[in-house]
T-cell receptor, first 113, second 111 residues
């Protein structure tokens, strides 16, 4: 199955600033998915990123807050903009591969102070 | 709207016990179901993937079953070890194509 390198693994950020999270996949994939996991909660899909087109955002998530780039078939970034303490979560990227299901990155643990 | 429920929310067992984690989903029109393990503050590790046409999958001490018509899956862990301590997440891939997660079962295996 694919291997995903995600960074940073964790960060502590000041409110009002932005953080960009990177995911690198060791194979070419059509779609990459970005999830958020708030403390004590399960995973919620933020958006789906296709190479060469705008990301598709789920209800409750907007591009101005979570801009996504997908410059090629192996790489994507998610930016958390104008952060507030409510953005403190684990952010994860994921890809789907037919017979293997979904594979996830190691996650980025974000704390906003 | 698909909803996934996991019971129990937390479980503490002594080492060596066999245990069962439960997952239920409201819409039986799924493509597959996947079990994950999550260690604190970390990403997800895939344990088992069951396609909608399959009844069960096995990997080592883990066995997952799927009863699509009743909207249920179970994860059986044999001879539990302290290293099995983690949160176990169940997720279904539905007709919309994305994964819907349960809230997980937090397992603690005591030496």
């Amino acid at each position: 199955s694919a291997v995903i390198s995600q960074k940073p693994s964790r960060d502590i950020c000041q409110r009002g600033t932005s953080l960009t999270i990177q995911c690198q996949v060791d194979s070419q994939v059509t779609m990459m998915f970005w999830y958020r996991q708030q403390p004590g909660q399960s995973l919620t899909l933020i958006a789906t990123a296709n190479q060469g087109s705008e990301a598709t955002y789920e209800s409750g998530f907007v591009i101005d807050k979570f801009p996504i780039s997908r410059p090629n078939l192996t790489f994507s970034t998610l930016t958390v903009s104008n952060m507030s303490p409510e953005d403190s979560s684990i952010y994860l990227c994921s890809v789907e591969e037919g017979g293997y299901g979904y594979t996830f990155g190691s996650g980025t643990r974000l704390t906003v102070v | 709207k698909q909803e996934v429920t996991q019971i129990p929310a937390a479980l503490s067992v002594p080492e060596g016990e066999n245990l069962v984690l439960n997952c239920s989903f409201t819409d039986s029109a799924i493509y597959n179901l996947q079990w994950f393990r999550q260690d604190p503050g970390k990403g997800l590790t895939s344990l088992l993937l069951i396609q909608s046409s399959q009844r069960e999958q096995t990997s080592g001490r883990l066995n997952a079953s799927l009863d699509k018509s009743s909207g249920r899956s179970t994860l059986y862990i044999a001879a539990s070890q302290p290293g099995d301590s983690a949160t176990y997440l169940c997720a279904v891939k539905g007709s919309q194509g994305n994964l819907i997660f349960g809230k997980g079962t937090k397992l603690s295996v005591k030496p």
